[in-house]
């Protein structure tokens, strides 16, 4: 399963028609299922990196933080996507979700304010107390961070998640020599 929502494909306000409204109903009720689809992603990414359990990339992200680093940093991921990394968007995406909750807190949450330019969409949020509104759009992040050129670096990624979501800007590289 790709990331379920286009960027390029907003959803209509709700109020708009009964259609756009039924479509709008439909998503709602994808936002249990998507938590739990986005943790089976990175215990699959688990078992792709060979993790005993796999599980335990899900409890603690940053252990294959070293892991994720070296496949993004490599200019062409084809070779990782031909060995079950695919789509590669989809599994960077909730691992770095996963990081940032195990780091900052929160969940995923859809975006429910139709003035928004990320309308419909999943992102995260919930991480902060006195702003309940606040989100992070974690996939535009890793698609923008897709297209730069080889030597990406995923902790400065993680740490722009980090500062988007108002937190102490940091990466923890817990990975196993």
């Given at each position: ?125 919930e991480y902060d107390t006195d702003r309940p509104e606040a989100t992070v ?41």
């Amino acid at each position: 399963m790709p990331y379920p929502f286009d960027p390029e494909e907003p959803i209509s306000d709700p109020s708009a028609s009964d259609a756009a409204a039924r479509a709008w109903d439909e998503r709602r009720e994808l936002l249990t299922g998507w938590r739990d689809f986005s943790r089976e992603v990175v215990t699959r990414l688990g078992e792709l990196s060979r993790w005993n359990p796999p599980e335990t990339l899900l409890e603690n992200p940053s252990h294959g933080l070293m892991h994720m680093s070296m496949i993004c940093s490599s200019g062409d991921l084809s070779m990782y996507e031909m060995i079950g990394y695919q789509p590669f968007d989809l599994f960077l995406t909730t691992y770095c979700a996963e990081y940032m909750f195990s780091d900052v807190g929160g969940a995923w949450v859809l975006d429910e304010d139709p003035g928004s330019s990320t309308f419909g969409r999943f992102l995260i949020g919930e991480y902060d107390t006195d702003r309940p509104e606040a989100t992070v759009d974690v996939y535009a992040a890793v698609a923008a961070f897709l297209e730069e050129p080889e030597g990406r670096d995923l902790e400065k990624l993680l740490e722009s998640l980090q500062e988007s979501m108002g937190a102490p800007v940091g990466v923890q590289d817990t990975s196993y020599p």
